[in-house]
């Protein structure tokens, strides 16, 4: 096994433990409607953690998170899945912890960040409005139109 091969093992084993430990569980991308509603639900997208390190720090200091944020549950996407599925809320950076209620997107908080920062961020984002993702296909420079130019 090589080196690539062991970080993605112990990786795997990490969110095991957060599903079987704090009951974070690990969903595919096909999972997360289900997954999402109702309540607060902090949805950790993680990627590849050779291709983005600070997840494994995101990991390790989301149960804590969550004891401090009353009411917000988690799950983490699938990383296999997390690059691919960034469209849907229009995440530039891995990891990222997208808020949802009851379904619909609140907000996300990009890349490890200090536990301060962590701290007002969700508790702002747990009790903020829904608001539209902001998705490709949003802005004018990704529209069909602006691509055909």
Same mark, same amino acid.
């Given at each position: 096994m090589n080196y690539a091969e062991q970080r993605a093992a112990a990786f795997a084993e990490l969110l095991a433990r957060l599903a079987r430990e704090p009951g974070i569980p690990t969903l595919t991308s096909a999972g997360i409607d289900a997954a999402a509603g109702p309540g607060v639900l902090g949805l950790l997208y993680t990627g590849d953690? &050779?291709?983005s390190p600070e997840s494994w720090d995101v990991c390790v200091v989301l149960p804590e998170l969550l004891a /401090?944020?009353?009411g917000m549950r988690a799950a983490i996407l699938d990383p296999a899945q997390s690059a691919e599925a960034a469209e849907r809320y229009g995440i530039d950076k891995l990891p990222a912890l997208v808020v949802l209620r009851d379904g619909e997107y609140i907000g996300v908080?990009? &890349?490890?960040?200090d536990w301060d920062v962590y701290m007002v961020a969700l /508790?702002?984002?747990s009790?903020?409005?829904s608001q539209t993702p902001p998705v490709a296909g949003r802005y004018p420079a990704h529209s069909p139109a602006a691509r055909s130019e």
């Open positions: 953690p &050779g291709r /401090n944020v009353p908080i990009e &890349g490890m960040r /508790n702002v984002l009790k903020a409005p």
